[in-house]
């Protein structure tokens, strides 16, 4: 992830990605439910975080890549939500 955003969902997501998603779509990405506005906020913090994972672990292959979740986030969605629950998610 490079320019981490947070949607109305109070999620973060790549802004790219997001702003893909929500170009033919009003829902969120997470859980599916209408979103109240498309606005999308920096996430200066998520972005720390991101950064911090990345010098914490040089040169680790982001098996997501393709996703607009980074590798960072998918640990910490499967550390909150479970396993099987973000596999399925992520499967779409």
């Known amino acids: 992830m490079i320019d981490p955003v947070m949607a109305a969902d109070g999620h973060a997501y790549e802004r790219t ?18 979103l109240e506005h498309t606005f999308r906020s920096p996430s ?4 720390r975080q991101i950064r911090e994972w990345q010098q914490a ?6 098996e997501h890549s393709e996703h607009p979740f980074s590798a960072l986030a ?14 399925q998610n992520l499967r779409g």
């Open 74 to 87: 998918v640990a910490l969605l499967r550390k909150s939500m479970g396993e099987d629950k973000v596999t």
């Open 44 to 47: 200066h913090m998520v972005r």
């Open 57 to 62: 672990h040089p040169g680790q292959e982001d």
């Open 17 to 34: 990605a997001i702003e893909r998603w929500l170009a033919t779509k009003s829902t969120s990405p997470m859980t599916g439910e209408a």
